[in-house]
């Protein structure tokens, strides 16, 4: 398997400027404005601390991808994301290993246009890869 590096914990949150300013207060420090994603209908913001990084991820509208996980889970960590120099090997090899693609790779405006992808294990959840 390519080597895999964290680059940030999803956070799932109804309302992302409270969410962003409790974080602020915490410490966090935002690394970017929020980003409205219109392919998953989502605003997302990411912040900084201690060399770990959050994005918070907040629907816009009830058909978003994310309004029935904060429906069922509340705000909470929801994902864990992965970058990797080999996106191929590592997509395939995940998916060797078990790992079932909720959807296809996707750009994500929030980080630049790259794509990514959603994984799920029945062993730890989602995660997210980025190419």
Do not use: W
């Amino acid at each position: 398997m390519p080597a895999l590096s964290i680059h940030h914990i999803g956070y799932l949150v109804k309302k992302i400027e409270k969410a962003r300013q409790a974080f602020l207060s915490l410490g966090y420090e935002a690394e970017q404005d929020i980003v409205y994603d219109h392919i998953r209908k989502v605003n997302i913001c990411f912040l900084v601390k201690d060399g770990y990084r959050i994005e918070l991820v907040a629907p816009v509208s009830e058909d978003s991808v994310v309004s029935g996980l904060l429906k069922k889970y509340k705000n909470s960590p929801y994902h864990i994301c992965y970058e990797t120099a080999d996106f191929e090997a590592a997509y395939a090899e995940l998916a060797a290993g078990g790992f079932i693609a909720i959807d296809t790779p996707t750009p994500a405006p929030a980080l630049g246009g790259r794509d990514v992808v959603f994984l799920s294990s029945a062993s730890i959840g989602m995660i997210e890869l980025i190419r």
